[in-house]
């Protein structure tokens, strides 16, 4: 299947891209050197388009949406998270953010093409859809949403990291201020959890047909209805004194591990219906 | 003096009224209670929970509970007690779902007369302090000082209402009061939100009450299931085909059924773990299968003492195996040695004790224990969840109305402004909700005001 192999290599050169505009982000966050920020934007929008590339590719060879296994879930999960931040550096218009939200593309991307030097093995074969994943249209809805989502909640996660500092006694003068990193959560999360809700909803709605209940607790639906409930009582947290502010910025730092493990913990370490992915 | 005591009863007993009632209002509770939640679900991911089958046999249990106890050490005891292995049905946890099922009740009924105030009259005419001390205000001084305040109030009414502001006007004197609203009727998207919980608690007691489940329905091939429940129709499974890929993954699982009704076949459908069959309201979903051997057992009489399709469902090991009783509290456990076809390992048991065992060929008949054992052939059986849950379309109701009403609240933030127009000055003051920049809004809606006011302007001086 030459398709594969293409997309293979766009996967590669997507890495390559990504960690070079890592670099020049970090770069730039601490020169403030403009021209080595728009570098940085381009060569992230670069990896982007080729991770684009790479998952059309992966689509052409396997004949289905690239959602079936976990590597192709990984691919899928760092084209969200570096699209989803790309998209909000041109609304928000600071580079900032992306020392901090890139690496993690980079870094999932890496996992799923080198797993080895994570310690684990992901398979990039194309592999066929078991019978359950049988069902295009929902495959892609459901999995296509989640990816945004969850590439807003690593964006939410990278503002409330550099919140978490800002807003300390140890204030960086090269970083964003407090208030514009607690807007920028504030604004991911907001786009985050009404997606989310549509997934696990989705989720539940394939749940009802393919295995007759909308609802199982198993352990992927249990970990994303956690995840949620996460950002819902950062959501809530908003509204209370007390709570606003540094507590909310730990609830995001906790809902994005909850992200994690949802993607990675529970297909690695738990057995359940969703064990293919 | 009774009096007096009748009263402080009364009082105090209003007291803890309204404490409970601070209490279940607070979205302090509604926080812990989402996070207390969230935790305690972690918990049923993490801890192996215990199959179904075991929870109602406290022996089953106690034996389940000792294979555990490998892992869990001295903790077993204790995450026993606290219902840990079954966290999803032990009652503090369901407590903890109806808590917050009430506290979003309490919460909304609490607010319940501040959002509908949104569809009542608005209060146009503000006091000084607010025009003098809001967050968000601004002021300017109208052109023209001469001519009556009518340009900046017909400029102000306009591009607010270029910007989807509801507008009300009211003068008293040389003064003229406006109070606009833009996204005021969104503010019910909470009330949306907050009743999908509670039509979703109505969705899956309703599931519960009148709808029923069975996700063990084994059905060997050409043989006719009775669906039971109240349910007069029966299913037939003509055929199950298991299909593979190449390397061994598998491709395709599906069922023929046919639905029966009053003797007569009223239904025919190939089922497959995506496609289920409904009839009734009641759902068919390919679940699972496995290989049935068809046997004849004669006793030493020559009486025929069993002589059917056994599937064999139970798994030991690696093996499938089939149990039926036979007369005389003798059971028969039937197995296909290494997933091969052509032979059956039958063993017999009394009580604990084995009474014999031994292996036939396919289409062969052995002497197993005095009894004649014959092995007539092999087949599949298909394994079906039957459910029927008349709740699935109120969750699906509550799903859209959550996310409907999480979107209005969050994209949909309200804007208020209050003005008052004189012929000296014209002050504004407004509040938005959530992270509307709104000072900034008000004060490019003051560029916006002054332009449309000098336009105004220069067209009544052409009309005069």
Redesign the interface.
């Known amino acids: 299947m030459p398709f594969g192999g293409v997309s293979l290599l766009f996967v590669s050169s997507a890495l390559v891209a990504l960690v070079v505009s890592v670099a020049l982000y970090i770069f730039y966050t601490i020169t403030k050197h403009e021209d080595i920020g728009a570098a940085g934007s381009i060569i992230a929008w670069l990896g982007t388009a080729f991770l684009t590339l790479a998952l059309v590719f992966r689509t052409i060879a396997s004949g289905h949406g690239p959602f079936a296994n976990m590597y192709e879930y990984s691919v899928s999960f760092a084209w969200g998270v570096t699209l989803c931040y790309l998209l909000i550096e041109r609304q928000l218009k600071s580079r900032t953010l992306g020392a901090l939200v890139l690496p993690i593309g980079a870094l999932i991307l890496a996992m799923a093409a080198h797993g080895w030097l994570f310690n684990i093995r992901i398979s990039s074969d194309i592999?066929?859809l078991?019978?359950?994943l049988?069902?295009n249209l929902l495959l892609t809805v459901h999995v296509a949403v989640a990816i945004f989502a969850y590439g807003m909640f690593a964006v939410a996660f990278g503002s409330a990291i550099m919140y978490l500092i800002q807003s300390g006694s140890m204030r960086v003068s090269w970083l964003p201020d407090a208030e514009v990193l607690d807007?920028t959560s504030?604004?991911s999360v907001?786009i985050g959890?009404?997606l989310f809700?549509?997934v696990i909803?989705l989720g539940?709605?394939w749940g009802?047909?393919?295995?007759?209940?909308?609802w199982g607790?198993d352990?992927k639906e249990?970990?994303s209805?956690?995840t949620w409930?996460?950002y819902?009582?950062y959501l809530?947290?908003?509204?209370?004194a007390g709570?606003k502010g540094r507590p909310a910025a730990v609830l995001l730092a906790i809902g994005f591990a909850a992200v994690l493990f949802t993607f990675f913990g529970?297909n690695l370490f738990?057995s359940g219906l969703h064990s293919y992915a | 003096m009774n009096q007096s005591t009748g009263a402080t009863a009364t009082t105090s007993q209003s007291d803890v009224f309204d404490l409970l009632w601070r209490f279940f209002s607070s979205?302090?509770l509604?926080?812990g209670l989402?996070?207390l939640?969230?935790?305690t679900?972690?918990l049923?991911?993490?801890i192996v929970?215990a199959p179904a089958g075991v929870l109602n046999n406290p022996l089953e249990y106690h034996r389940w509970l000792d294979t555990v106890r490998l892992k869990y050490g001295p903790l077993t005891d204790i995450y026993s007690t606290l219902g840990l292995f079954d966290v999803?049905n032990v009652a503090w946890f369901k407590i903890l779902l109806l808590g917050l099922v009430f506290n979003t009740v309490i919460c909304t009924v609490n607010r319940l007369p501040s959002l509908l105030a949104v569809l009542g009259v608005p209060k146009i005419k503000m006091g000084d302090s607010l025009f003098k001390n809001a967050k968000v205000r601004a002021s300017f001084k109208p052109r023209g000082a001469r001519e009556k305040s009518g340009a900046v109030v017909e400029s102000l009414v306009r591009v607010l209402s270029r910007k989807n502001y509801k507008v009300f006007v009211e003068g008293e004197g040389d003064t003229t009061y406006l109070f606009a609203d833009r996204f005021g009727i969104f503010k019910l998207g909470t009330l949306v939100t907050h009743t999908s919980i509670v039509v979703l608690l109505v969705g899956t007691v309703m599931g519960g009450m009148f709808g029923f489940?069975d996700?063990g329905v084994i059905i060997p091939e050409g043989k006719t299931y009775n669906v039971g429940f109240g349910e007069n129709f029966q299913v037939r499974a003509d055929d199950f085909v298991a299909q593979y890929?190449e390397d061994g993954?598998?491709?395709?699982?599906y069922s023929d059924l046919v639905v029966i009704e009053n003797g007569k076949e009223v239904l025919k459908q190939r089922i497959?773990?995506?496609e289920?069959l409904e009839y009734r309201g009641v759902?068919f979903?390919?679940?699972f299968f496995g290989p049935v051997a068809t046997l004849e057992v004669r006793d030493s009489n020559g009486q025929v003492s069993y002589s059917d399709d056994l599937p064999l469902s139970s798994s030991s090991g690696f093996n499938s195996v089939g149990i039926t009783s036979l007369a005389g509290n003798v059971v028969l456990v039937a197995s296909l040695p290494q997933g091969g076809l052509n032979q059956l390992a039958v063993q017999l048991y009394q009580g604990d004790s084995q009474l014999a065992r031994g292996t036939v060929g396919l289409g062969q008949t052995q002497n197993i224990g005095g009894y004649q054992v014959t092995f007539k052939g092999t087949k599949q059986f298909t394994g079906l969840?039957v459910?029927k849950?008349p709740g699935?379309p109120i969750?699906?109701l509550a799903?859209a109305m959550?996310?409907i009403g999480?979107?209005l609240t969050?994209?949909f933030p309200r804007r208020r402004i209050w003005a008052r127009i004189s012929q000296r000055e014209v002050a504004l003051a407004g509040t938005a909700d959530?992270?509307v920049n709104f000072q900034k809004e008000l004060e490019e809606l003051v560029g916006e005001v002054r332009a449309q006011e000098a336009q105004v302007q220069e067209s009544r001086k052409r009309g005069g």
């Open positions: 592999e066929p078991v019978p359950a049988q069902n807007d504030y604004k907001m959890v009404p809700a549509l909803i539940a709605y009802n047909v393919a295995w007759g209940r909308y607790w352990p249990t970990a209805l956690v409930l996460i819902l009582g809530h947290s908003r509204a209370i709570w529970v738990l | 979205i302090k509604a926080l989402i996070l939640i969230a935790f679900s972690l049923g991911a993490l929970q999803y489940v996700d890929w993954r598998p491709k395709d699982y497959r773990v995506n289920p759902r979903h390919q679940s969840r459910v849950d699935v969750v699906w799903s959550l996310v999480v979107c969050l994209y959530r992270m």
